[in-house]
């Protein structure tokens, strides 16, 4: 079965910093890109970071470009994003996806996380 | 970058009622078109890929249709547990995956 773990969404004050991760299982994750989604509360969704299944090729969102980093550490099934210069804008429940198709970028999302909440406040 | 526009924003239908929900890209996307359930409290779930494949364990009263910037999703029948917000999402470009805003189905 596959499983996404989101963690690492606390309350954090404007220009901070964190990292999330999301722990996959059920699938052999180094086959598959990986996306993070947010969500902002009663709001729709926002795609903000692709990794490819080897690490080598990140994309973003505009919202997000040179403040988050994507990465992946396939030895361990993980998934992470750095977060630095915190808005308040950036508040959200962050999801992270899974790819559909193997060694494809294809941004149909077949599995989700159950997210993780960030809150950008002082 | 390519925006998508779903219509309507809110819908009320009854159970075993035909709905359709229509989605607009800004430009030609192609087939590059996916479809996203969200229940409340709950994360997206696929349901249609690449305008009309139909996503493994979806219900056959859900379909797609459309190509280049006009598409459409259709619920044949209405069940009580399809009352959720239903996004579009382009994949044709592939630095970037945009959603459309939703559209909020509601029992009349």
Known sequence: EVQLVESGGVVVQPGGSLRLSCAASGFTFDDYAMHWVRQAPGKGLEWVSLISWDGGSTYYADSVKGRFTISR???????????NSLRAEDTALYYCAKDKRVATITYYFDYWGQGTLVTVSS | DIQMTQSPSSLSASVGDRVTITCRASQSISSYLNWYQQKPGKAPKLLIYAASSLQSGVPSRFSGSGSGTDFTLTIS??????????????SYSTRRGTFGQGTKLEIK
């Open chain 1, 73 to 83: 550490d396939n030895s361990k099934n993980s998934l992470y994003l750095q977060m």
């Open chain 2, 77 to 90: 029948s209405l069940q009580p547990e399809d009352f959720a917000t239903y996004y579009c999402q382009q």
